[in-house]
């Protein structure tokens, strides 16, 4: 046996024997029968700093759920703030190293917004990728040294996006360092390589600034509403940002110059090994994975119980994408259930009631599996094996395989293809997708997470970005359009999710078993419902629009 299957064995045991706490989670039952009521988790107080100095950029402090937060206010105004950051703190060159997910669109966003400043975005990639094509096609060249291989970029470059995928940041992260000038800021849009430093017992190299600038949404969203916002002033997508290294009290100033130039409306400020966390975490939960099985799990519910196929899909699929997207997106979460009639309202709350534990099984042992650093080892091996680099060769590459192939998504197409007018919030589907959402919300506040990092890996992200994808084109269409570690994720736990919603939660509605109306209780009196609503005031000014 494995010590990560060891591993594994011993934190599922901890989760069944131990109750959430502040510290630990809340026992989570194996069958649906109700002994006792598993109400909200306890919040863990967040202990971190929330506050950071920039000497060219305005703070503004919002309050959330009781905490207070500092904020910076991006948008087109502030292009000219990000110039005079930059050249304050002598960066007359950054290099994207990647073109993968967040690659072409930070390069573009921040070329765009640069322009005419005399600050060069040189993009690096691997001496004979077929990405030279994209980036040359995106309007860099070789010619004119905004192209190149990518160590020599890295050597030239005085801030370094490190934007490839994360498993090849863990294979070569060694060399990456030693390209680095003496003095560079490096930067990361994710903090996979933290915790991959972690389980080795390294770190960055010292004589470097580290910082991260995560937008909350995949790449092709940061470009189009980059895009939209030459229209309309404030569209983009938020970032969260976080200092891990600061060599001469710059790093802050240059992580939002950054996250204001790619476009973001808003920057929040989080921790690297926090935002790994809740990021690893949250697309595999209601990001990606779990809303791909909530939606395999219903639409064979509703076929079974003698729905047509289109209409099973548009009550499993087009109900979450369409107007539960909307409204969440708009005004809250606690808003779908509040648009139901009297009827409606005891359908979504039987389907909450009955999938909220069932939800928040799954996402405990996915956030442990993050946080131990089984999930980064995961990633890093699947990489390998879909690359052919596995341990001892003896494996050609595996191709990653679609998600949407299967009967089901083959309706999909029809049904987008057919559209016409709105359709309604169906009430069963609505709840089980908003279970599964409060479930992630209370876990991440339970570990600890700050108020706008929960919201913005539970709520604002899968509705602002990533659910007018699948709503565009289907699941594929979403999943794939991210990062590996997310595509990789996605996969992987979204069976899991089908699952047990599957196996325990339609089970207890169907045979009317006892259902814990106190979970209902708590969502409708949940502090994160006013938080939520300060954090609707920040979404983008336009809503993004997908081919």
């Given at each position: 046996?494995?010590?990560?299957?060891?591993?594994?064995?011993?934190?599922?045991?901890?989760?069944?024997?131990?109750?959430?706490?502040?510290?630990?989670?809340?026992k989570?039952p194996?069958?649906?029968?109700?002994?006792?009521?598993?109400?909200?988790?306890s919040?863990?107080?967040?202990?971190?700093?929330?506050?950071?100095?920039?000497?060219?950029?305005?703070?503004?402090?919002?309050?959330?759920?009781?905490?207070?937060?500092?904020?910076?206010?991006?948008?087109?105004?502030?292009?000219?703030?990000?110039?005079?950051?930059?050249?304050?703190?002598?960066?007359?060159?950054?290099?994207?190293?990647?073109?993968?997910?967040?690659?072409?669109?930070?390069?573009?966003?921040?070329?765009?917004?640069?322009?005419?400043?005399?600050?060069?975005?040189?993009?690096?990639?691997?001496?004979?990728?077929?990405?030279?094509?994209?980036?040359?096609?995106?309007?860099?060249?070789?010619?004119d040294?905004?192209?190149?291989?990518?160590?020599?970029?890295?050597?030239?470059?005085?801030?370094?996006?490190?934007?490839?995928?994360?498993q090849?940041?863990?294979?070569h992260?060694?060399?990456?360092?030693?390209?680095?000038?003496?003095?560079?800021?490096?930067?990361?849009s994710?903090?996979?390589?933290?915790?991959?430093?972690d389980s080795?017992?390294s770190?960055?190299?010292?004589?470097?600034?580290?910082?991260?600038?995560?937008?909350?949404?995949?790449?092709?969203?940061?470009?189009?509403?980059?895009?939209q916002?030459?229209?309309?002033?404030?569209?983009?997508?938020?970032?969260?940002?976080?200092?891990?290294?600061?060599?001469?009290?710059?790093?802050?100033?240059?992580?939002?110059?950054?996250?204001?130039?790619?476009?973001?409306?808003?920057?929040?400020?989080?921790?690297?090994?926090?935002e790994?966390?809740?990021?690893?975490?949250?697309?595999?939960?209601?990001?990606?994975?779990?809303?791909?099985?909530?939606?395999?799990?219903?639409?064979?519910?509703?076929?079974?119980?003698?729905?047509?196929?289109?209409?099973?899909?548009?009550?499993?699929?087009?109900?979450?994408?369409?107007?539960?997207?909307?409204?969440?997106?708009?005004?809250?979460?606690?808003?779908?259930?509040?648009?139901?009639?009297?009827?409606?309202?005891?359908?979504?709350?039987?389907?909450?009631?009955?999938?909220?534990?069932?939800?928040?099984?799954i996402?405990?042992?996915?956030?442990e599996?993050?946080?131990?650093?089984?999930?980064?080892?995961?990633?890093?091996?699947?990489?390998?094996?879909?690359?052919?680099?596995?341990?001892?060769g003896?494996?050609?590459?595996?191709?990653?395989?679609?998600?949407?192939?299967?009967?089901?998504?083959?309706?999909?197409?029809?049904?987008?293809?057919?559209?016409?007018?709105?359709?309604?919030?169906?009430?069963?589907?609505?709840?089980?997708?908003?279970?599964?959402?409060?479930?992630?919300?209370?876990?991440?506040?339970?570990?600890?997470?700050?108020?706008?990092?929960?919201?913005?890996?539970?709520?604002?992200?899968?509705?602002?970005?990533?659910?007018?994808?699948?709503?565009?084109?289907?699941?594929?269409?979403?999943?794939?359009?991210?990062?590996?570690?997310?595509?990789?994720?996605?996969?992987?736990?979204?069976?899991?999710?089908?699952?047990?919603?599957?196996?325990?939660?339609?089970?207890?509605?169907?045979r009317?078993?006892?259902?814990?109306?106190?979970?209902?209780?708590?969502?409708?009196?949940?502090?994160?419902?006013?938080?939520?609503?300060?954090?609707a005031?920040?979404?983008?000014?336009?809503?993004?629009?997908?081919?």
């Amino acid at each position: 046996v494995s010590t990560q299957s060891t591993g594994v064995t011993q934190l599922a045991m901890r989760r069944f024997a131990t109750r959430f706490s502040q510290t630990s989670f809340t026992k989570l039952p194996c069958l649906a029968p109700v002994t006792q009521p598993i109400v909200a988790l306890s919040r863990s107080k967040f202990t971190g700093s929330l506050d950071f100095d920039t000497k060219h950029f305005d703070k503004e402090e919002i309050h959330l759920a009781g905490t207070t937060e500092s904020v910076i206010v991006g948008g087109r105004h502030l292009f000219p703030k990000v110039v005079d950051a930059f050249k304050a703190n002598g960066i007359q060159k950054v290099g994207v190293i990647g073109w993968g997910s967040q690659g072409p669109a930070q390069a573009q966003n921040l070329r765009d917004t640069l322009e005419g400043s005399g600050i060069n975005v040189a993009v690096g990639l691997r001496e004979g990728s077929s990405s030279f094509a994209a980036a040359e096609a995106a309007g860099f060249s070789r010619l004119d040294g905004t192209l190149g291989e990518m160590y020599q970029v890295i050597s030239e470059s005085d801030m370094v996006l490190l934007l490839i995928s994360d498993q090849a940041c863990a294979d070569h992260h060694q060399e990456v360092f030693k390209a680095l000038k003496p003095g560079a800021v490096l930067g990361l849009s994710h903090g996979f390589l933290l915790g991959h430093l972690d389980s080795l017992g390294s770190s960055f190299p010292e004589d470097c600034s580290v910082v991260m600038v995560a937008p909350k949404g995949m790449g092709p969203s940061v470009r189009r509403l980059y895009e939209q916002g030459k229209q309309v002033n404030g569209a983009g997508i938020n970032v969260s940002f976080a200092i891990e290294q600061d060599l001469n009290g710059s790093a802050a100033d240059l992580a939002i110059a950054w996250g204001v130039g790619v476009g973001a409306p808003y920057c929040f400020q989080t921790g690297l090994r926090r935002e790994f966390t809740s990021d690893i975490f949250g697309e595999r939960g209601i990001l990606l994975g779990g809303v791909h099985g909530i939606a395999e799990s219903l639409f064979r519910r509703y076929t079974a119980e003698g729905m047509d196929d289109e209409a099973a899909f548009k009550s499993a699929v087009e109900s979450i994408t369409g107007p539960i997207t909307k409204t969440i997106s708009h005004v809250g979460i606690k808003a779908v259930y509040d648009g139901l009639d009297h009827d409606g309202k005891q359908v979504f709350a039987d389907a909450y009631c009955a999938s909220y534990v069932p939800s928040l099984d799954i996402l405990a042992e996915c956030y442990e599996d993050v946080a131990s650093g089984n999930e980064i080892s995961s990633v890093i091996l699947a990489g390998r094996r879909h690359s052919g680099d596995s341990t001892g060769g003896e494996l050609r590459p595996l191709p990653m395989g679609e998600v949407d192939n299967t009967h089901m998504w083959q309706v999909g197409k029809k049904v987008r293809s057919e559209r016409a007018g709105e359709i309604s919030v169906h009430p069963f589907t609505a709840g089980v997708y908003c279970a599964m959402m409060m479930a992630q919300i209370d876990l991440l506040l339970s570990r600890g997470h700050c108020v706008s990092e929960v919201i913005n890996e539970s709520v604002i992200e899968a509705v602002d970005s990533l659910n007018p994808y699948m709503h565009a084109r289907g699941v594929s269409y979403m999943v794939d359009n991210c990062s590996v570690t997310a595509r990789l994720g996605a996969r992987k736990w979204a069976p899991r999710f089908d699952y047990n919603l599957m196996q325990q939660a339609y089970v207890a509605i169907d045979r009317k078993e006892p259902l814990e109306t106190e979970l209902m209780d708590a969502f409708l009196s949940h502090e994160i419902h006013e938080a939520i609503s300060v954090c609707a005031g920040m979404r983008p000014s336009v809503d993004i629009f997908v081919e």
